[in-house]
């Protein structure tokens, strides 16, 4: 695969390394808005700048991989898709539904293949957990608590143009409760909260949410939220069910734990999804090409961006109303 990417900012620096440490893949070159920007990464990992107009024009290029800006995404993604090229899109499509639905709309009349990156269903705990619960290793699945907390809040001019917690942060928790329960989702209450930075407030958004989530055949889910944890990045997943629990723990550099008089001391979590997901990032890659190379769906694709931004959606509402929503009311 000669794979172009859309991008050089921290994702997409990310995303940079990973394909070229893939033995079936060539990075064919690397745009941003920012020339310098990708001039510096193309150099990095023995490619070229390129402009995002002679990728798309490119018949030698057969994938991009769009790391831009949220706003670029959806045009980004209907561009490549016109071009018969296969895309690895960052999540999400758009902030919004009906331009998320236009891009897909888009993608059902120029098929290619489509994966959107939701990482964490490439996580490798994660994967395992899923895999016990289709197993039936705890028999049938009742509940499921996921946690997801950042090590410190972002910068309020970031929060501003994020489109807010649930879009930005929850949205991956939202795909991994869609993904774990795998039923339909009926039901969305959410409650949130401003206590760990002010500034978010004042941009109007929160920083602390728990949300809870029922789907149809009454299975609960319960997703905490914060944009502080003060011993590093909080990732955890319990699956509770008839037959037992399945856990998924943060990861640490060495999981070395230490036992002496005072207790037991273990390491901090790992600072950031850069390093808890690194991994992962290189899963979501491999899926990828498998998916281009042999014609067959990728783990997480257009829809599924569709779908977790709908339960964002409901969240949201949710917050604003005080009250349960219906899923069956986002359209």
């Known amino acids: 695969m000669r794979l172009a990417l859309i991008g050089a900012g921290r994702i997409g620096k990310v995303h940079a390394a990973t394909i070229a440490g893939h033995p079936d893949i060539t990075l064919a070159g690397v745009s941003d808005f920012h020339l310098p920007s990708a001039q510096a990464l193309a150099e990095l990992h023995g490619s070229k700048a390129l402009s995002a107009e002679s990728i798309f024009d490119d018949d030698s290029i057969d994938a991009i991989l769009i790391a831009s800006s949220t706003p670029t995404h959806a045009d980004y993604l ?89 879009r930005d942060m929850t949205i991956h928790d939202f795909d991994m409760a869609r993904w774990l329960l795998d039923e339909p989702i009926h039901f969305v209450h959410a409650e949130g909260s401003c206590l760990v930075d002010p500034a978010i ?69 790992q600072l ?31 829809d599924d961006g569709l779908q977790a931004l709908r339960l964002a959606e409901a969240a949201e509402r949710s917050l604003r109303e005080g009250r349960r929503i219906s899923m069956s009311d986002i359209d």
Not at 206 to 216: K, N, Q, S, W
Not at 227 to 244: H, K, M, N, T
Request: net charge negative; with cysteine.
């Open 272 to 302: 950031f999804f850069l390093e808890r997901y690194a991994r992962a990032y290189q899963h979501e890659l491999d899926n990828f090409y498998t998916s281009w190379r042999d014609g067959t769906a990728p783990m997480a694709g257009a």
């Open 78 to 166: 209907e561009r490549a898709a016109r071009a018969g090229k296969a895309v690895l899109c960052e999540k999400p499509i758009a902030l919004d539904l009906p331009r998320t639905r236009e891009a897909l709309t888009v993608l059902a009349s120029h098929p290619v293949v489509c994966a959107l990156g939701f990482n964490r269903r490439h996580d490798p705990q994660f994967a395992a957990l899923k895999q016990g619960i289709v197993d039936g290793r705890i028999g049938q699945l009742e509940t499921l608590a996921i946690t997801s907390r950042d090590p410190s809040p972002p910068p309020a001019e970031y929060v501003a143009a994020s489109g807010g917690l649930f």
């Open 201 to 269: 407030g004042e941009a109007g958004d929160i920083d602390t949410a728990v949300i809870t989530l029922t789907t149809a055949s009454g299975r609960l889910c319960q997703i905490t939220n914060s944009r502080r944890a003060v011993y590093g990045y909080d990732q955890r997943i319990e699956a509770f069910g008839s037959l037992g629990m399945l856990q998924a723990q943060n990861e640490t550099d060495t999981r070395v734990r230490f036992t002496g008089e005072a207790g037991q001391v273990e390491e901090k979590p």
